[in-house]
């Protein structure tokens, strides 16, 4: 099986940066796509930056994706963060997983990282 865990969250004020990764663990997978997506109170997931397997980084907006292969992850950096960030903060990996020489393809989420932006 293919795990994903996201970590970074915490509590921060407004004008800060915060770092957030996703790590994908497992054997015998690729991946395809990672995205970031946040949910804020009350309100649906909402997509915030990605990247494909094979990218290095990705800038959209105030957000960073970027890979950090010596710890398999791919990290999303939030700049000059508003309290309109806050929220819970999702990694989605797609990919695929060869199970006996049969590639089949994985769409998986993470539980989730909470991320609170004070003013």
């Known amino acids: 099986q293919v795990q994903v865990v996201e970590s970074g969250g915490g509590l921060v004020q407004a004008g800060g940066s915060l770092r957030l990764s996703c790590t994908a663990s497992g054997s015998s997978f690729s991946i395809d796509h990672t995205d970031w997506y946040r949910q804020a109170p009350e309100k649906q997931r909402e997509w915030v930056a990605g990247?494909?397997?094979s990218g290095v980084t990705s800038v959209t907006g105030r957000f960073t994706v970027s890979r950090d292969n010596a710890k398999n992850a791919v990290n999303l950096e939030i700049d000059n963060l508003e309290p309109e960030d806050t929220g819970t903060y999702y990694c989605?990996?797609?990919?695929?997983?060869?199970?006996?020489?049969?590639?089949?393809?994985?769409?998986?989420w993470g539980p989730g990282t909470q991320v609170t932006v004070s003013s």
């Open positions: 989605n990996v797609r990919g695929l997983r060869n199970i006996r020489g049969t590639l089949l393809p994985f769409n998986i």
């Open positions: 990247m494909p397997g």
